[in-house]
């Protein structure tokens, strides 16, 4: 029976991750975060164990919990490109200096450590397929302020292999793009307060038009949570220690779509629901620089498809779920909310 650490357990993954280890297996959670809007059918659930505090400052008790669990998963990070633009410093104090001291602390008590890191890292990399071994990390110029995450998240990628090769238990996951239910809040009108899918969703529901950054020719590999999700408990299984010390992709290469792309198909299925046919009619397509919609210190991607063959080959997974189905599972997970999200216009 393993005791699993999640840190950020009411985030995006950690919630769906809670979710489907307690359906699954016999493991134990161990989560904190500083919220519960998530997982409130969860807190109940005998085998979650749930601390509401801040890796900032709740310190001793993260270190009495990465010394109890077997597997340590750190998933409290900043990862929205307009706080990368606007608040550069804040990206670095959470995403790399708060998370270090856990790092240290599964290399002190000899812990598998499963850490998030990121598409981003591979930058504007010009290969077709980013390759976790092989691929060039090319970042911008220091002035765009866009590549502080990518920079924060590859040093401590780079931190985390020095430690491995001092013995540390660790894998690195990559997640392009994951999608689904839970992503970010849809009740949050600001442009670029959240990622893309729920910007665009709530935009439909709100009947607003939606933004299209740079003309939206930039694409992107779309992830169903679900299939994310299915790689990340290989990992933390970690049979026959076949995940120790790997960097693993976990995206969807065949759901590689442009932004422009991405807002066309979801106008298309919000049609066929009446809560959401409404909204979308009155909703337009405008296009806006990037200066304009995240500030100067932004820079672009226009293209990210992972290579996942390591992925695959080593914990026998691969991504099932379709675009189409992945927007409609998002779609029904949020019908009962359109009411509330309509009034965020008044």
Partial sequence: MKKVLILGVNGFIGHHLSKRILETTDWEVYGMDMNTDRIPDLLAHPRMHFFEGDITINKEWVDYHVKKCDVILPLVAIATPSTYVKAPLRVFELDFEANLPIVRAAARYGKHLVFP???EVYGMCHDEEFDPENSELICGPINKPRWIYSNAKQLMDRVIWGYGMEGLNFTLFRPFNWIGAGLDSIHTPKEGSSRVVTQFFGHIVRGENISLVDGGHQKRAFTDID???D??????????GAATGKIYNIG?????YSIREL????????DKYPEYAAGASQV???????????GAGYQDV???VPKITNTFEELDWQPTTSM???????FDAYRGQVADARALMN
């Fill in 117 to 119: 890191s990121t598409s």
């Fill in 227 to 229: 299939d994310g999700i």
């Fill in 231 to 240: 790689a990340l408990m290989k990992i933390i299984e970690n049979k026959n």
């Fill in 252 to 256: 969807n290469p065949v759901n590689n």
């Fill in 263 to 270: 807002a066309r198909m979801m106008l298309e299925l919000a």
């Fill in 284 to 294: 337009g397509i405008v296009e806006t620089t990037s200066g304009a919609y995240y």
């Fill in 302 to 304: 226009q293209n990210r």
């Fill in 324 to 330: 189409a189905d992945a927007l409609k599972k998002i």
